[in-house]
């Protein structure tokens, strides 16, 4: 498994890579894999459970497949995320939640922006927590930004990004993914910190690239966001595969006598 050390070292050798993981049968393929870290992300809620936006994922959920995750994966590093509010009400039942996290299997947290949330990342980082930062579309401001839309475009906004990127490296985050901004945002901000940043619809210039496995696999249906590449036709071959165990069954063909008990 890797470590936060190697995590960090990756900055000056080769990009790092991380997908969603949010089931014990995905963990267990993934486990076999190449990719370095697993991030049991809130975006399950939507993947896993139909909702609309992030904002409805809770602790229990994250907790019960961060444990999932954990069992299926025991050779990765797990990154689970502080669901929305989970950090936001106090500093001690921002850190009960935390540890929660941390004592289904995590290896690690990841929370959402940095405005209110310094004095949290440096008590967790220095107390055996490692944090991850998440800047730019960060999908709990859903209201905020109106929609899932590019941000840091203005020079405001991408200023804020940048210093947000700085004080989250001060207070102790490990890492920083940074998603939907502008390439030469994303560069600058990489470049002004020592923390290896990981994009997700952030450009070539991260120091690694996040994406979630149902869209790498091509399981999502809908209007692919311009950063996704699908790897793998997974609709159509989960489509390809029931049909034919439907004609099979229609055909007297399944099960066959070595598929048979005597
Ligand atoms: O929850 C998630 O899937 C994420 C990634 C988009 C980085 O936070």
Same mark, same amino acid.
């Given at each position: 498994?890797?470590?936060?050390?190697?995590?960090?070292?990756?900055?000056?050798?080769?990009?790092?890579?991380?997908?969603?993981?949010?089931?014990?049968?995905?963990?267990?393929?993934?486990?076999?894999?190449?990719?370095?870290?697993?991030?049991?992300?809130?975006?399950?809620?939507?993947?896993?459970?139909? !909702?609309?936006?992030? &904002?409805?994922?809770?602790?229990?959920?994250?907790?019960?497949?961060?444990?999932?995750?954990?069992?299926?994966?025991?050779?990765?590093?797990?990154?689970?995320?502080m669901?929305?509010?989970?950090f936001r009400?106090s500093l001690e039942t921002s850190i009960?939640n935390a540890?929660?996290?941390?004592?289904?299997?995590?290896?690690?947290v990841?929370l959402?922006g940095a405005?209110g949330n310094l004095e949290l990342v440096e008590r967790l980082s220095?107390s055996?927590i490692?944090v991850?930062?998440?800047?730019?579309? &960060?999908?709990?401001?859903?209201?905020?930004?109106?929609?899932?839309?590019?941000?840091?475009?203005?020079?405001?906004?991408?200023?804020?990004?940048?210093?947000? !990127?700085?004080?989250?490296?001060?207070a102790g985050a490990?890492?920083?993914?940074?998603?939907?901004?502008?390439?030469?945002?994303?560069?600058?901000?990489?470049?002004?910190?020592?923390?290896?940043?990981?994009?997700?619809?952030?450009?070539?210039?991260?120091?690694?690239?996040?994406?979630?496995?149902?869209?790498?696999?091509?399981?999502?249906?809908?209007?692919?966001?311009?950063?996704?590449?699908?790897?793998?036709?997974?609709?159509?071959?989960?489509?390809?595969?029931?049909?034919?165990?439907?004609?099979?069954?229609?055909?007297?063909?399944?099960?066959?006598?070595?598929?048979?008990?005597?």
């Open positions: 498994m890797i470590s936060v050390p190697e995590i960090l070292k990756r900055k000056e050798k080769y990009p790092l890579t991380m997908v969603t993981c949010y089931d014990h049968w995905s963990a267990k393929l993934l486990n076999a894999t190449d990719v370095d870290l697993l991030l049991v992300g809130d975006s399950l809620v939507m993947v896993m459970y139909g !909702a609309d936006d992030t &904002t409805q994922a809770t602790m229990d959920m994250m907790v019960q497949h961060t444990r999932a995750v954990r069992k299926g994966a025991p050779n990765k590093f797990i990154v689970a995320d669901p929305f509010m989970s009400k009960d540890t929660a996290l941390i004592q289904a299997g995590a290896n690690a990841k959402e405005q220095s055996g490692p991850m930062g998440h800047l730019g579309l &960060t999908p709990q401001f859903i209201h905020n930004f109106g929609g899932f839309k590019v941000q840091g475009k203005s020079e405001a906004a991408k200023n804020q990004i940048s210093k947000d !990127a700085v004080a989250l490296e001060r490990f890492s920083l993914v940074l998603e939907c901004i502008p390439q030469s945002l994303a560069s600058e901000v990489r470049s002004q910190l020592s923390i290896p940043t990981i994009g997700i619809g952030a450009g070539l210039d991260c120091d690694g690239q996040v994406l979630v496995l149902h869209d790498l696999l091509g399981f999502t249906s809908g209007k692919k966001p311009r950063f996704v590449r699908e790897f793998c036709q997974g609709r159509g071959l989960v489509h390809e595969s029931v049909q034919q165990f439907q004609q099979a069954v229609l055909d007297k063909n399944f099960p066959s006598s070595e598929e048979t008990y005597e």
